[in-house]
């Protein structure tokens, strides 16, 4: 798992379905700064990591904005 702040890699990301490995983008304000901030999630991170993002009191507001068909 991965969490950046940069719109332009999460749109490059959607754009090309994932070429990277990413199943799912998740997206949240940070409890820390309440910046705008997306968790991407990897097949490799498994059942375990793949909700972490929508179950971190760390992330509020959280939810997917895409997901690997």
Do not use: P, T
């Not at 719109?7 to 379905?17: A, C, H, L, Y």
């Not at 901030?37 to 971190?56: I, M, Q, T």
């Amino acid at each position: 798992m991965a969490s950046i702040d940069n719109r332009k890699m999460v749109d490059e990301i959607i754009e090309s379905n994932g070429k990277d490995g990413c199943i799912k983008i998740v997206e949240y304000n940070n409890m820390f700064d309440g910046r705008l901030a997306w968790g991407l999630v990897f097949k490799a991170d498994g059942k375990r990591g793949y909700n972490r993002y929508e179950e971190s009191a760390a992330c509020i507001d959280a939810h997917v904005i895409w997901e690997k068909q």
